[in-house]
């Protein structure tokens, strides 16, 4: 099952294509992947809401049925709430399944729901990231929303401090989900979209071998 975030939710529109477009590239190689094992392929899009569910089956023509979804697909809201989809995904998922959640993981309060579904199934989250979310452009002004209290804050770009203050917040933010998610237990790959999806994916599952031996 791929559970895709179609909101790649960031401060930067730019930045958030960029994540979209590599979530979707992601999803494609796994549901290839899938079809050379001769495994099912179902897929979530969601966003704070679900918004699009296709139940497993196999087949090639299912699986160009889901590629052409995710890359076509507009989503109707810019939200993320993980904890939502994981819970859609244990609803509709009653057998053990692969699952693989592709997000930036800019949400909140989702890991109790990723501990209970890991329980049951085998899931694998794909943190990803873009060099431009962690800098500031050298000029404008910006208005940053905190997820925890849903606050906006304004940022004047043209001043030092203030662009090196905010790389250092979103680096931090970035190595607590990291180390949330290991700590929860859950199966991390780490994916920058400046670097080769397919060569990511394959440098974790080389780990991952290695480390299940």
Known sequence: MLLVDMSASNSFGTTRNIKKETAAEIASILAFNAVKNNDKVGLILFTDKVEKYIPPKKGSAHVWRVIKEIFA??????????????SYFGRVSRKKTTAFLISDFLS????HQLKVASKKHELISILLS???????PEAGIFYIKDLESGKLFCLDASDDKTRKDFEVIKKKEYAKTLDA???????????NTSSEAAESLM???????????
């Open 73 to 86: 697909f507009e989503p109707e809201h810019i939200g993320t709430d993980i904890k939502n989809a994981v």
């Open 108 to 111: 909140t309060d989702y890991l």
């Open 130 to 136: 873009d060099p431009g979310e962690f800098h500031l």
């Open 181 to 191: 998610l290991k700590s929860a237990d859950i199966d991390c790959a780490e994916i």
């Open 203 to 213: 440098k974790y599952f080389r780990y991952r071998e290695k480390r299940i031996r």
